[in-house]
């Protein structure tokens, strides 16, 4: 099945201008030996994320790069949830850093999120990953996967991306941006996402 196929000796694009994903997209990937480029380097535009669900947000960066290159695509759309905020900032993460001028403030964005989070006791927070495999005919298929824990400010931790460092996962003593990378990996929201996409590899 084409599936498997692409773990198994494919090329791949994986379809994400974000270093940080590049990189643990591309650890996740290594123990299958693929040849992989990133949208970013092959100067693939950012396509918009017109989507409100991770998976369909994917969806379009998988699809856009696999049609771009006539090769398959792996996107992952990804966010921090904070249920004090009913979800926020999910699907709009990014958003969240986003600078007037471009770029993005991470710093900031956790402090905004802390800042609106504070009044509230219930501290309970999560990442989720959707990543989506896509082929140049427009086939996909999507993988979901979550970690739990709770939310810290100020941040800990000069590890990982994003919001890792605000992040504390169920029963850790360390951040996301505390902890190696190995030791993300072992239950980070994008491994259990790619746990599925392996298990369903294997299974088709
Ligand atoms: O602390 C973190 N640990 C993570 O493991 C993680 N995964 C995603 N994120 C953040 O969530 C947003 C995703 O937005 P997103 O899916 O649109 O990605 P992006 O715009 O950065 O790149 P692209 O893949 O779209 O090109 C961005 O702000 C990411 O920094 C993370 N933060
Ligand atoms: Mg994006």
Request: contains cysteine; aromatic residues 8%; negative net charge.
């Given at each position: 099945?084409?599936?498997?196929?692409?773990?198994?000796?494919?090329?791949?694009?994986?379809?994400?201008?974000?270093?940080?994903?590049?990189?643990?997209?591309?650890?996740?990937?290594?123990?299958?030996?693929?040849?992989?480029?990133?949208?970013?380097?092959?100067?693939?535009?950012?396509?918009?994320?017109?989507?409100?669900?991770?998976?369909?947000?994917?969806?379009?960066?998988?699809?856009?790069?696999?049609?771009?290159?006539?090769?398959?695509?792996?996107?992952?759309?990804?966010?921090?949830?904070?249920?004090?905020?009913?979800?926020?900032?999910?699907?709009?993460?990014?958003?969240?850093?986003?600078?007037?001028?471009?770029?993005?403030?991470?710093?900031?964005?956790?402090?905004?999120?802390?800042?609106?989070?504070?009044?509230?006791?219930?501290?309970?927070?999560?990442?989720?990953?959707?990543?989506?495999?896509?082929?140049?005919?427009?086939?996909?298929?999507?993988?979901?996967?979550?970690?739990?824990?709770?939310?810290v400010?100020p941040p800990r931790g000069?590890?990982?991306?994003?919001?890792?460092p605000?992040?504390?996962?169920?029963?850790?003593?360390?951040t996301?941006g505390e902890?190696?990378?190995?030791?993300?990996?072992?239950?980070?929201?994008?491994?259990?996402?790619?746990?599925?996409?392996?298990?369903?590899?294997?299974?088709?």
């Amino acid at each position: 099945m084409a599936l498997a196929r692409v773990l198994q000796r494919g090329r791949l694009v994986i379809a994400t201008h974000n270093e940080g994903k590049r990189r643990e997209v591309a650890e996740l990937l290594a123990p299958f030996g693929m040849e992989v480029v990133a949208a970013g380097a092959l100067g693939l535009p950012v396509p918009e994320e017109t989507e409100d669900s991770f998976l369909g947000n994917a969806r379009i960066k998988a699809l856009a790069a696999a049609r771009a290159t006539g090769l398959p695509a792996l996107a992952d759309d990804s966010g921090f949830s904070v249920a004090a905020l009913g979800g926020d900032p999910g699907v709009r993460t990014a958003d969240w850093a986003e600078l007037p001028g471009g770029g993005r403030d991470y710093a900031m964005a956790m402090a905004k999120v802390a800042a609106l989070a504070a009044p509230f006791p219930d501290r309970h927070a999560w990442f989720s990953c959707a990543l989506v495999l896509a082929w140049p005919d427009g086939h996909s298929e999507g993988f979901l996967g979550e970690v739990h824990g709770t939310w810290v400010h100020p941040p800990r931790g000069e590890r990982g991306f994003g919001y890792d460092p605000m992040f504390l996962p169920e029963g850790g003593a360390e951040t996301f941006g505390e902890m190696e990378p190995a030791a993300k990996h072992a239950i980070s929201h994008r491994a259990r996402a790619f746990a599925l996409l392996r298990e369903a590899c294997l299974t088709a």
